[in-house]
């Protein structure tokens, strides 16, 4: 059946499907990418090395927005990732029958990285040019709860299901005397194929329900001139009144949460010997995933619900201390080790609402302050470049410093990075809501 391209399927159609089909596949790689090391014998640092580093095609993608612009739609671009990546990820399934599993993983991984980041390009430009500011405002809980509804479905569920895959896979089968199990590379494949048919699903979803997204009246004819649209890009991004502001609030607004990200999922699994909490892959799922999702969905939808109320230069301060303030948590647990599964997990889930409501803020202010203009997609696209470097870069060093430091010291060392972002968010500046106010 032919896509209607000329009726306009409402927001609710699109935009939840959208984020939840951008959120997937960057998790997969950055986070779930470590789970899965962990279970396959690699150490702290090598994980955190590797993943962290798979941050790159995001901090990278500002130099490429622009030229989506030159060929097709923004609509095709999303579908063409998407179908990209269910190669990628089934091709990264396969490889974990291979001997040389290691780097062939990297490198698909590598590749779906650059896949996603160019989705998300094409994505928010979608929502950009094809939803009005009040939509905007009215959307964007539940783009920021889909979004992490991805995370969460592979984080959680997917992570929980390889813990029955593996039991399935090594029922009456001896354990290995040295090395990884290999019900975990069974495991972990057929996970891998599922985030393939996710995106295939999602692909074919949007074929027949996604915007096309309006292209700018001055659109470059060809590549010389995409090339000198996207050094105009640039140049007119750092003439922003208090760019340089703003760009510190924004890299520093994630801060502490880079050096986490990494090592909490690893903390909750490691051994006790070592001072990990000894959580198998069930409950560490159950923890991100099943309940997980209500505090992460309940915490985009709260942090919407407050902008759009009092607006974002009022609240903006309060949710940097939302996603910051809760990483007492896991100092708590790396000091008290709890053995209660209950208690690890409501401690684990403040955390996670904490992240919900300050994701919100984060994705307001480079929306509303750092993307109005003539190049409003590449604008915001170099605002979530600049976010994705703290990511990249506080991600691969975490597993040394934890390594350096044990668990308990670390998680106060991430007490002290909490610091930086909330002082930072109370100098943020305003200038697009000042000049909208005028």
């Not at 990285?113 to 994505?123: L, P, R």
């Not at 919100?360 to 509303?368: S, T």
């Amino acid at each position: 059946m032919p896509r209607p391209e000329n009726r306009r399927a409402h927001p609710l159609l699109w935009v939840p499907s959208l984020y939840f089909a951008m959120g997937t596949p960057m998790i997969a790689v950055s986070v779930v990418a470590a789970i899965m090391y962990k279970n396959l014998g690699l150490t702290n640092p090598e994980i955190a090395a590797y993943t962290g580093a798979m941050y790159l095609p995001w901090v990278l993608k500002p130099l490429w927005a622009p030229l989506l612009e030159l060929f097709r739609s923004k609509r095709f671009f999303v579908i063409a990732m998407e179908l990209t990546m269910v190669v990628t990820f089934s091709c990264a399934a396969f490889a974990l029958r291979l001997p040389a599993y290691l780097p062939l993983t990297i490198a698909f991984f590598w590749m779906s990285g650059f896949a996603s980041a160019t989705q998300d390009i094409a994505g928010d430009g979608v929502y950009l040019t094809s939803t009005t500011p009040k939509e905007q405002a009215l959307y964007v809980g539940l783009q920021g709860a889909f979004w992490n509804l991805g995370r969460v479905l592979v984080s959680g569920a997917l992570v929980s299901l390889t813990k029955v895959l593996f039991d399935w896979a090594a029922a009456g089968k001896p354990a290995p005397i040295s090395g990884p199990n290999p019900a975990w590379f069974t495991a972990w494949m057929i996970v891998m194929m599922l985030v393939a048919a996710i995106l295939a699903a999602a692909a074919v979803w949007h074929y027949y329900l996604l915007p096309p997204g309006a292209k700018a009246a001055d659109t470059p004819s060809s590549v010389r001139a995409a090339l000198a649209t996207t050094a105009d890009a640039w140049v007119s991004f750092f003439k922003k009144p208090r760019v340089w502001m703003m760009i510190t609030a924004v890299f520093f607004y994630r801060f502490a949460e880079g050096f986490i990200e990494k090592i909490g999922p690893l903390f909750l699994m490691d051994k006790r010997t070592v001072g990990g909490l000894g959580l198998d892959n069930m409950a560490l799922g159950n923890i991100n995933g099943t309940f997980g999702t209500v505090a992460f969905v309940g915490g985009t939808l709260l942090g919407g619900l407050l902008a759009a109320r009092y607006g974002l230069r009022r609240v903006f301060v309060l949710l940097a201390f939302a996603l910051n303030v809760p990483h007492v948590t896991f100092f708590y647990l790396s000091q008290a080790l709890p053995n209660d599964l209950v208690l690890i997990t409501c401690v684990v889930l403040i955390e996670k609402l904490g992240y919900g409501l300050g994701t919100v803020g984060m994705m307001l202010y480079m929306m509303q302050e750092l993307s109005p203009g003539r190049y409003r997609t590449a604008h915001y696209a170099f605002a979530t470049g600049i976010m994705a470097l703290n990511m990249m870069l506080t991600g691969m060093v975490s597993g040394r410093i934890q390594a350096w430091l044990g668990y308990q010291a670390f998680f106060g060392f991430v007490l002290l990075a909490s610091l930086p972002p909330i002082i930072i968010s109370f100098f943020a500046p305003f200038v697009a809501v000042s000049e909208a106010e005028a």
